[in-house]
């Protein structure tokens, strides 16, 4: 009986703690489904965003980036698909065994190796980086007969940017290359990151980097379903790209090369632009370079022979290196001393084959002097006594007032970056370049030899050629530009680029048309007479010696340095002489004077450009001659003058 | 005469047979089956059709185990926890190890055998023996020795280091002590106790058990290593809504990004693809099973039945909490299976096991009255 109640009480506790424990489990499960209720109810969205972005990839797709192609449609870059063996290294345990094994099937250079370290670096694991580029059909045969053992490697079909022409016109055009950190802020700078995603070149000089945004083209998308290895499982949806717009350059090709072989294997520039609307028909920085070997990466030794080389190929002497007009800052300064009623075309003066200023005695290179010469005379023969006196006359203000109208001494906003501004010399630009108060003050000789082009005087060939279109087109200016048109390749709409007159400077016609006259007899009588003997059109022109005073910057070469003294040659020419439709600068470094080297490239491009004449054999120098040896060259019986320029 | 024979022998089968469980059971066998089949789509199809061996082969043990009376099952209880016990000894001195654990030993070079997995049910076995033989003079002393029985093979569990088996066992073996009658002071003394010992157990923990808990408060501190598993499984859960993303559309599931998906984390393939509806169906299924347990407890005529399925009832409890719980992100994350869903033999066959040992406790309380 009493073990009978034991048994009945514990009966009752054990079903006491049952229940207890159902209530336990209970609860316990009420606290599981709150923490699903939240999960899945609740914060269904959050979560479901969560698995979306983790599914899905947006992968850019890389619009084609315009082509580039000079006035008459010659293509002077474009896009080729070539094939690369890429390598995705989330699908691959060991890279460098894979390496090493597909470099038994296909020539791995340790260049290729570099790269594809630098690209493993710089992106996400699940993407597919380029080991080899540029495959041979037969290097894409032996491959894909192997694929199978090389899971995670691909071939792929690639665009790659090339320059059909080479070296010809490489200044203009620019050159892609990888997109560095300056580019990158760049790209911030313009608001194009999303645009830029997945892209990996950019322009970097010339018309490539100026009409970078137009060239690049919209990035499409494609949204991947991708798993947690990063593996691509299928494409949901995608929007195409838009691929760049194409270029419709100023440039004559034809032109451009003429002028290109006709420096031979000389340093210098030339610019030739059609003087009614600016636009440039060839502009040559002589040497040049190959931008095809920037395509794919330069080489190291590429680029240390490009960059240490003494003659600069770089450098776009065309509008960044400036020179020391010379004498074809003369028809200039007559120009000048039309415009401010300083000279009559009649008035005369008598050259004694010297000029005193102050106790200083400026020479004429002719000995004994010119005698009575004119405003005409004075441009033809090139006298310099004549000049001397014309900016004595004048003084610095009046000159560089002129000058910097005529658009001298500041940059042209040609549309290809690297323009520099030169140097348009007057006491305010002394004040400011010189520190030393000594040197800052303006003396009134150096505004004599300011009058012959020589001195502080320096400017780029481009600001040479634009300055005399200016006076070519009386007055009117206009922007020099490269690209003439863009062409929509998706609506193959074309868009002219308008280039309205900027700015009228206050020219009288007659006294253009006598600056024409004047220039016309140089390539009739005078310096250029040799070089345009039996032109087929009547053309104008001047010659010009610009002083090499200073070695500075540049490398002590023993052999060389003797070449490096001497003088860079001038020409400026323009034809026809009624309605003038080309005019070039040209500049030869260290070939001595104008007529023989400079004078003989000008007619060879007007005898292409205005008589269709291809030229016939290498340029020969035009031998000077005692008669018509300019006379431009200053020459000092004193060091004293501060700005005297010293040849040692 | 023959075929009425058989007939006889099937009815006098299925009279062992508790039908309420049976329908239980199949349906979470279902229910696993469609998870698992998703979990292994389209790769590994074939563990589909190897569950459903596993499962047949579970179906039959809980039908022979249901045929056994709970006396004969009282009789076999030392020995089964002697030979496991044995088992967990030579684990630990010849075991093979896989993943940094001993678990597993090699009998004869063949069979690989878990035996902390007989543990599971050894354990509310002899302590509900145990309790049984002293029904009538219940004293501390009694406790103390079942304690002893209980922390014993749990050392040799936490040493191999299998911490999911030892809190089951542990829990198994508990709920035994905790049904037959141990007073509540002393629970509470035990829990104090255990709480001051929490420190030292954290010294003596692995660092992968370490960071476990560790992540389980913070899982995004550790995106990648250890919290990448909590946060892929809550992501599944809960973008899976109330309806889910259908079957086999599952993205977190078949993009690979669930770890272990078709065993431990196979929770978060169900809640991805049906949602807190089947979430729901789930925990009601278990809770279904695990009430039917308690009810065939609270109806069982010997201590032995009532401790034992009592027991059994609380392990399929813990067996589901815990997973769940370590899925949903509620609970660190250890290495526990949700039961009848998740792929795998050797759970599946200690899960029947229990279940045949329920029947066997409801359908011979009347025979052996």
């Known amino acids: 009986m009493n073990d009978f109640h034991h048994k009945q009480r514990e009966l009752e506790r054990f079903r006491r703690r049952l229940l207890l424990a159902l209530a336990f489990i209970f609860s316990l499960f009420c606290a599981l489904f709150s923490k699903l209720f939240y999960l899945q109810v609740l914060r269904h ?70 790269r594809f370290n630098r690209l493993l670096q710089e992106s996400r694991n699940f993407d597919s980086i380029p080991i080899r580029t540029q495959l041979s059909d037969e290097e894409v045969a032996s491959f894909s007969a192997r694929r199978y053992r090389f899971p995670g490697v691909d071939i792929k079909a690639r665009l790659f940017r090339e320059y059909p022409e080479g070296n010809a016109a490489a200044h203009v055009i620019g050159y892609i290359g990888r997109i560095n950190q300056k580019d990158e802020e760049w790209i911030r700078a313009e608001y194009q990151e999303s645009n830029y995603k997945g892209t990996e070149h950019i322009g970097k000089i010339g018309v490539e980097q100026f009409y970078e945004f137009e060239l690049h083209g919209t990035t499409g998308y494609a949204q991947l379903e991708i798993d947690a290895n990063g593996r691509a499982v299928q494409i949901l949806s995608s929007t195409s790209a838009v691929p760049g717009n194409n270029l419709k350059l100023t440039l004559d090709m034809g032109l451009q090369k003429v002028a290109e072989s006709a420096f031979i294997d000389r340093r210098g520039a030339l610019v030739a632009l059609d003087p009614r609307n600016g636009a440039i028909l060839a502009m040559v920085s002589a040497p040049t370079f190959d931008p095809n070997l920037f395509v794919d990466g330069i080489r190291s030794d590429d680029w240390e022979e490009l960059n240490n080389n003494i003659d600069k190929p770089m450098l776009n002497r065309a509008i960044y290196s400036a020179y020391p007009p010379g004498s074809t800052f003369k028809p200039m300064m007559a120009m000048a001393a039309l415009t401010e009623k300083k000279r009559t075309p009649q008035q005369t003066i008598y050259d004694p084959g010297y000029f005193i200023f102050g106790n200083h005695r400026f020479l004429d290179d002719k000995p004994g002097g010119h005698g009575i010469v004119d405003m005409m005379t004075s441009i033809v023969v090139s006298c310099n006594t004549y000049y001397y006196q014309l900016a004595a006359d004048m003084g610095i ?252 | 005469m023959r075929p009425r024979r058989i007939k006889l022998f099937f009815f006098r089968i299925a009279a062992h ?71 967990l000894i030579a684990v630990d001195r010849f075991g093979v190890v896989v993943n940094g654990s001993r678990r597993w030993i090699s009998l004869f070079g063949i069979i690989r055998i878990q035996p902390s997995e007989i543990m599971k049910i050894a354990m509310p076995m002899i302590l509900a023996w145990y309790f049984h033989k002293n029904e009538s003079t219940l004293t501390l002393k009694t406790f103390i020795v079942s304690g002893i029985l209980l922390i014993l093979p749990i050392i040799f569990i936490l040493k191999q280091p299998d911490l999911g088996t030892s809190l089951l066992v542990g829990a198994a073996g508990f709920s035994v002590i905790f049904f037959a009658g141990l007073s509540w002071k002393i629970i509470m003394g035990f829990c104090a106790g255990g709480l001051a010992i929490l420190p030292f157990v954290w010294e003596r923990m692995h660092d992968y058990q370490r960071r476990r808990v560790l992540t389980l408060f913070d899982p995004s501190s550790d995106p990648l290593g250890a919290g990448y598993h909590i946060i892929q499984s809550t992501i599944a859960i809960g973008s899976g809504g109330v309806f889910g993303k259908g079957w086999l559309h599952g993205t977190q599931t078949h993009l690979k990004f669930i770890p272990e998906k078709h065993t431990d984390f196979i929770f978060a393939v169900l809640a991805e693809e049906w949602g807190i509806i089947g979430s729901i169906v789930l925990l009601f299924l278990f809770f279904c099973l695990i009430v039917r347990g308690l009810m065939i407890s609270s109806t069982a005529t010997t201590l032995f039945s009532r401790l034992l399925a009592a027991s059994i009832s609380m392990v399929f409890f813990i067996y589901a909490f815990v997973n769940i719980g370590m899925v949903s992100g509620f609970l660190p994350v250890v290495g526990v299976p949700l039961p009848f869903i998740s792929y795998g033999g050797t759970a599946l066959l200690t899960l029947m096991l229990g279940v045949g040992i329920l029947m066997s406790i409801q359908t011979h309380r009347t025979l052996t009255k």
């Not at chain 1, 699908?91 to 038994?104: C, G, H, R």
């Not at chain 1, 040609?414 to 370049?433: N, T, V």
């Not at chain 1, 505004?447 to 050629?465: D, E, F, K, R």
């Open chain 2, 17 to 87: 047979l508790d039908p309420a469980l049976i329908l239980i059971v199949l349906f979470l066998m279902s229910v696993g089956l469609v998870c698992v089949y998703s979990a292994s789509y389209p790769d590994n199809i074939t563990r589909f059709n190897s569950q459903i061996i596993n499962m047949i082969l579970a179906f039959l043990l809980m039908i022979l185990v249901a045929q056994i009376s709970p006396h004969k099952l009282m009789r076999l209880a030392p020995i089964f926890y002697l030979a496991g016990f044995i088992l």
């Open chain 1, 45 to 114: 969205d959050h979560y479901t965003t969560l698995a979306e972005s983790n599914r899905i990839s947006l992968i850019p797709i890389i619009p084609n980036r315009g082509n580039i192609l000079d006035r008459n449609g010659v293509i002077l870059a474009r896009n080729y698909s070539a094939f690369t063996l890429e390598i995705t290294p989330s699908q691959i345990e060991n890279i460098d065994k894979t390496i090493a094994a597909l470099s038994e099937i296909i020539k791995i250079e340790p260049k290729d190796r570099r």
């Open chain 1, 397 to 648: 203000d009046l000159i560089a007032r002129f000058m910097g109208g005529l658009g001298l001494g500041k940059r042209t906003g040609i549309d290809i970056p690297g323009e520099s501004d030169g140097i348009l010399p007057s006491p305010e630009w002394k004040e400011k370049r010189f520190k030393k108060p000594e040197q800052q003050k303006w003396y009134a000789g150096e505004t004599i030899s300011v009058g012959i082009g020589q001195g502080y005087n320096a400017y780029t060939p481009l600001q040479m050629a634009h300055a005399y279109a200016n006076i070519l087109n009386y007055g009117k200016v206009f922007r020099p530009h490269l690209v003439d048109s863009i062409n929509n390749p998706s609506t193959n709409e074309t868009r002219t680029l308008e280039y309205p007159i900027t700015r009228q400077i206050a020219l009288d016609p007659k006294h253009v048309d006598f600056i024409k006259k004047a220039m016309a007899g140089v390539n009739k009588q005078g310096t250029g007479a040799r070089a345009f003997a039996n032109a087929p059109y009547e053309s104008g022109g001047k010659t010009g010696t610009a002083q090499v005073f200073s070695l500075r910057g540049q490398k002590y070469v023993s052999g060389r340095l003797r070449e490096r003294l001497r003088d860079h040659a001038w020409f400026i020419a323009f034809a026809p002489l009624e309605n003038p439709t080309i005019v070039a600068a040209i500049l030869v470094e260290n070939s001595g004077f104008g007529a023989q080297y400079a004078a003989p490239i000008a007619r060879r491009i007007f005898d292409y450009y205005l008589a269709g004449k291809a030229p016939e054999g290498a340029l020969v120098p035009v031998e000077p001659e005692e008669e018509t040896l300019e006379g431009e060259a200053e020459k000092h019986n004193s060091g004293e003058n501060p700005h005297a320029p010293s040849p040692n």
